[in-house]
């Protein structure tokens, strides 16, 4: 990856139907993010930053132009190659946490180490590691719907974190967080970025995610109006 | 492997709405084994009871008899070949001759069937020697419903008449010597039993038969001139016509289970894709293809049947087991429809039957949960992580 850069995106588009016509989300972007940032994805509802997160994680694809992350190129990939991608390499957390409801705690970590067909021996240290990086030792038997919103955030965090990606998407992760709960997520974010070196990319409008970012990127109506680093970080 | 792991692990946190679905299964499962045990139990007291009572191990006609018309008796009968003579004395055939005749029980008229039997005869189950005895009349034995019909017990003297030979009209007292019990109405309604040599003198026709009654079951039997071999399968074939059209009838209540039950888990499955779209959408985005999230689903609702089997194995095996072993009592005795069917039915489920029924819900089943499944494939993955309906 030439300067460690991992995604690179020339000339995006992304056009969705509407009625007979369409919807431009996305207008000719161009953007690349190098290995260990802490950047996000900052503007209002509509301009676009779910629909870049989503086609930088392999889930969607452009209309337009090109998007290479970790090197694939991403609308190229067949639904396999797409899959182990996201599998392998990628980590997401959601708004909404989006943990499986009828898992604990434990086996919803353990999740994504199964479908990497980890040994168990193995998956089982993982899991504790990661649980313990979040704070939720305690918390391995619970079942989500027996957790705090911060704790199931943490416990998506923990998730998304335990095969060590190299990239991580977090869309809107503090939205449906108290300011306490939020500063406590993003300080592990924080601290799991600096000691791991995991590239974390948000798409966010909450101004204390915007406060913790090294690089904001702003976007309206599907433009980039302003890539910026950050003078103050918190 | 993965799939399966994550199937049980969906079901089993699903809790009680998978028991419920797991519940009517098992009852589609027991009901419907159950449902086809009575028939094959019933099939199989059936063909026992018919070669124990009426049929042997395969019968010779007079090549003019015809149990369906009774004119063609008159001329239906003739002597026994002589290569059947030593087989007779060794207990190895029996003879029957049958007539035409009447009897006045409390001075009504009644037309019957009069069977000579041999009395020493051990082929057929009928207590045949109790025709052996003295008595003022000809010494009679009848079925429990030809008893019940025209109010004879045993002692009781009517009169009795009959055709000769010769065409000439005859008549004289009997007496019931014996009332059997029988499931097969053939042997039993409109019929008279007597020796033999009784009837082969009131007729005058010494030496003669209409049938013959071999003991065991002859895989080639040897052509007798002016006599035709009827085997088993001919000679049971309006019992298992009876019995087939039962189990044709027995398809609706088995499809009609079945619907209840594949109803059930479609239904499962259809909410189950629509309520868990976000966990579908997450599935994706941890990095499972479409393929497997459909295999995971389809696994689940086929793991339905499963669970289904082994919750239908704990609670269907000892109710079925003492079903079989006490059998079932039948509100309506069959005899008085013409049928071969006994007071208390015993129900026959053999490893076959249990595989078959099992096979057929666990391949429905997974048909079922695959159909609503292919729901997936449309999904878009990106509205599913915000578990936007589609």
């Keep these: 990856m030439e300067n460690s850069q991992i995604i690179k995106i020339t000339e995006l588009v992304k056009d969705f139907p509407v009625g007979s016509g369409y919807f431009r ?45 970790l090197d694939q190129k991403v609308g190229k990939l067949s639904v396999k190659e797409s899959a182990f991608l996201r599998k392998s390499k990628l980590g997401f957390i959601f708004q909404n946490y ?29 899991v504790l590691d ?45 939205a449906n967080l108290d300011a306490e709960n939020s500063h406590h997520i993003l300080q592990t974010m ?3 970025n600096r000691e791991l070196n995991t590239t974390f990319i948000f798409a966010t409008h909450d101004e204390k995610v915007i406060s913790y970012l090294k690089r904001r990127i702003s976007l309206a109506d599907g433009k980039v109006i302003k890539d910026e680093i950050a003078v103050n970080q918190s | 492997m993965l799939a399966l792991k994550l199937a049980y692990k969906n079901l089993i946190g699903a809790g009680l709405r998978t028991w419920l679905n797991v519940f009517v299964l098992s009852l589609s499962f027991v009901i419907i084994i159950w449902h086809k045990g009575m028939l094959d139990g019933w099939d199989r007291q059936a063909r026992t009871d018919m070669i124990a009572w009426e049929c ?50 409390g001075g009504r008229v009644q037309s019957v ?52 030979a010769g065409g ?52 080639h039997p040897p052509a007798i001139d002016g006599w035709k071999y009827r085997n088993l399968e001919f000679l049971l074939a309006d019992v298992e016509n009876i019995i087939k059209a039962k189990t044709a009838g027995g398809a609706v209540l088995w499809f009609i289970l079945m619907l209840l039950a594949m109803l059930a888990i479609l239904d499962t499955q259809v909410l189950s894709i629509f309520r868990r779209q976000k966990e579908i959408g997450t599935c994706i985005a941890l990095g499972m293809t479409k393929g497997q999230v459909i295999r995971l689903f389809t696994l689940e609702g086929a793991m339905h049947s499963l669970f289904a089997a082994v919750l239908a194995f704990i609670w269907g095996t000892p109710l079925l087991y003492l079903q079989a072993k006490n059998g079932i009592r039948m509100p309506v005795k069959g005899q008085d429809f013409g049928v071969s069917m006994a007071d208390v039915l015993y129900p026959t489920y053999g490893i076959s039957l249990i595989l078959t029924t099992t096979l057929i819900v666990l391949l429905t089943t997974t048909i079922v949960s695959y159909l609503p499944s292919r729901k997936i494939a449309r999904m878009n993955p990106t509205e599913a992580i915000r578990g936007k309906i589609q």
């Design chain 1, 130 to 174: 990661a649980l313990e990086w979040v704070g939720l030792s305690p918390k391995i038997k619970s079942k989500p719907n027996m957790l705090s919103g911060g704790e199931c955030q943490r416990v998506a965090i923990a998730r998304a974190m335990v095969k060590k990606p190299l990239l991580v998407l977090a869309d809107e992760p503090t």
């Design chain 2, 113 to 164: 069937l009069i069977k000579g039997i041999e009395p020493e005869q051990k082929i057929l189950s009928l207590p045949s020697a109790v025709l052996d005895s003295a008595s003022a009349g000809i010494p009679v034995l009848i079925g429990q419903n030809m008893a019940r019909a025209n109010r004879l017990k045993t002692g009781d003297v009517f009169s009795m008449r009959w055709r000769t």
């Design chain 1, 25 to 69: 989300a996305l207008n000719h972007i161009s953007l690349g993010f190098r290995k260990g940032e802490f950047a996000g994805l900052v503007g209002p509802s509509g301009s676009g930053k779910t629909t870049l997160l989503n086609i930088m994680g392999s889930l969607d694809v452009p209309t337009e132009g090109e998007v290479l992350v």
């Design chain 2, 56 to 105: 042997g191990g395969g019968q010779y006609w007079q090549k003019d008899y015809d149990p369906y018309d009774p004119y063609s008796l008159t001329s239906s009968h003739a002597p026994v070949p002589p290569s059947f003579l030593a087989p007779l004395r060794q207990g190895k055939m029996t003879a029957i001759l049958v007539t035409q005749g009447s009897i006045y029980p």
């Design chain 1, 190 to 192: 924080v601290k799991l």
């Design chain 2, 168 to 219: 000439a009209f005859d008549a004289s007292d009997a007496v019931v010597v014996g009332i059997f019990k029988s499931n097969v109405p053939s042997v039993d309604a409109g019929q008279l039993w007597v020796a033999l040599p009784t009837l082969q003198k009131m007729l005058d026709m010494p030496g003669q038969a209409t049938l013959l009654i071999t003991s065991a079951v002859n895989e």
């Design chain 1, 98 to 126: 989006n943990l499986l409801p009828v898992y604990t705690v434990y086996e919803n970590v353990e999740f994504p180490l199964l479908l990497l067909g980890y040994p168990a021996r193995e998956r089982k240290k993982m």
